[in-house]
């Protein structure tokens, strides 16, 4: 419950050509943008099945690109539907597909989650679900964190790179919910806002560790 879905539509909405594949999400959450013909959205809620979106995948997959209007972003709503993060044969299947449509012209975004049983509280960035496979074939992977802001009301999301290709830096985004604009963040502003989001945890944790201690 990071924002990794109102990210990747503030994203889409700003790209030309966008394919979406949503296996997790209502299909209200995307009504607001279904008159725009630059976003075709593809969810499980509207009937689609995994292998309608698996076969929309090797469409790209066999087709390469005439001219670089023809380029497209396909966000993948999230990993776990399209392949099981745990199986190396699935995930190395699945990647072989989405290299196929890189090396056709096109960009994918595959969103994903951490490891909650695994995660360490002292670690900023977490380790992702799934084996070592995932990060492997992955060209960049991105954690995000996200703050929702009670001043204006909009997301505040930081992306930390965990694995790139050429030079990617951290960077931060501001996600207005109301027309999902998306505007990028001075480092400063960003830093301050994450070190009292930190300091209210460990307060929280601390009050939280009391009252356990104070029942037993």
């Known amino acids: ?13 700003k790209n030309d050509r966008t394919i979406y594949l949503d296996m997790e999400n209502p299909l209200d959450v995307y009504e607001p943008f279904m008159l725009d013909n630059k976003l075709k959205i593809i969810t499980a809620s509207n009937g689609n099945t995994i292998d309608d979106m698996i076969n929309v995948l090797k469409n790209f997959a066999s087709n390469y690109k005439t001219y670089q209007d023809d380029s ?3 966000i993948m709503d999230t990993l776990v539907h399209f392949c099981d993060p745990n199986d190396h044969k699935e995930v190395k299947n699945l990647y072989e597909l989405l290299q196929q449509i890189r090396n056709n012209g096109h960009t994918i975004i595959v969103l994903h989650h951490t490891n909650k049983k695994e995660q ?11 084996n ?35 030079y990617i830096d951290e960077k931060s985004y501001l996600i ?15 830093a301050q806002k994450h070190k009292d989001k930190q300091n209210i945890e460990l307060i929280q944790k601390i009050i939280s560790d009391g009252a356990t201690t104070s029942t037993e």
Not at 120 to 130: H, N, P, T
């Open 1 to 13: 419950n990071q924002g990794k879905t109102t990210f990747a539509i503030a994203v889409a909405m």
């Open 72 to 74: 497209h972003l396909i």
């Open 120 to 130: 360490q509280e002292s670690s900023r960035v977490k380790d992702f679900f799934g």
């Open 132 to 166: 070592s496979t995932i990060k492997t074939q992955t060209d960049t992977m991105l954690y995000m964190s996200s703050i929702n802001r009670e001043d204006d009301g909009k997301l505040l999301i930081t992306l930390y790179p965990t694995k790139k290709r050429g």
């Open 176 to 190: 207005d919910f109301m027309n999902f604009g998306i505007e990028p963040v001075a480092e400063s502003n960003v």
